[in-house]
């Protein structure tokens, strides 16, 4: 599998509650892209990347939108 593969199955389990999305990308990334999900009123990747910059992958995005997800 690619790493994108396994971030993919990750948000999975990380939109159940299963596990948690801090103990894979960290509470302070976490918190910086939930914080941009509720700046920019999107889930949509692209523009969540452009305002947090290339720090954050594709991937943790995708995990933090999943745990934004959860949340609700």
Do not use: C, W
Not at 45 to 56: A, K, S
Request: proline share 1%; hydrophobic share 45%; aromatic share 6%.
């Amino acid at each position: 599998m690619v790493i994108g593969t396994i971030e993919g199955h990750l948000a999975h389990y990380v939109a159940k509650q299963e596990i948690s999305a801090k103990d894979i990308i960290g509470a302070r990334k976490l918190n910086k892209i939930l914080d941009a999900i509720t700046e920019l009123k999107t889930l949509q990747m692209n523009p969540i990347r452009d305002y947090l910059g290339r720090d954050y992958s594709f991937g943790e995005i995708k995990i933090g939108v999943a745990a934004h997800l959860a949340e609700r």
